[in-house]
């Protein structure tokens, strides 16, 4: 079995600054890109943040320049330092990882629960 499991959201003020981890565990072998996706009501779930594990990243339009991605391989966690938040980024927020499992032998996604962001005065 394989967990993705977020943490750090919450309700913060516009301006204001939050940071999302995400922690793999379970049967993996390795881990390619990892990364945060968001879902805000009503609207189709976008890309936020990836990071591959060579360190590459690209970022969603809205939130280049606000949002940073980091990666610890050796703990399997994704991280999103998360600044000059405004209102439009609240969202659920779900972590997303493409690894192979040590049981199987193809790749696939494997997504969290998510987590609550609201930004809100």
């Known amino acids: 079995q394989v967990q993705l499991v977020e943490s750090g959201g919450g309700l913060v003020q516009p301006g204001g600054s939050l940071r999302l981890s995400c922690a793999a565990s379970g049967s993996i072998r390795s881990i390619n890109a990892m990364g945060w996706y968001r879902q805000a009501p009503g609207k189709q779930r976008e890309l936020v943040a990836r990071i591959t594990s060579g360190g590459s990243t690209n970022y969603g339009d809205s939130v280049k320049g606000r949002f940073s991605i980091s990666r610890d391989n050796a703990k399997n966690t994704v991280y999103l330092q998360m600044n000059s938040l405004k209102p439009e980024d609240t969202a659920v927020y779900y972590c997303?990882?493409?690894?192979?499992?040590?049981?199987?032998?193809?790749?696939?996604?494997?997504w969290g629960r998510g987590t609550q962001v609201t930004v809100s005065s």
């Open positions: 997303n990882a493409d690894l192979l499992r040590r049981d199987t032998i193809s790749y696939r996604d494997y």
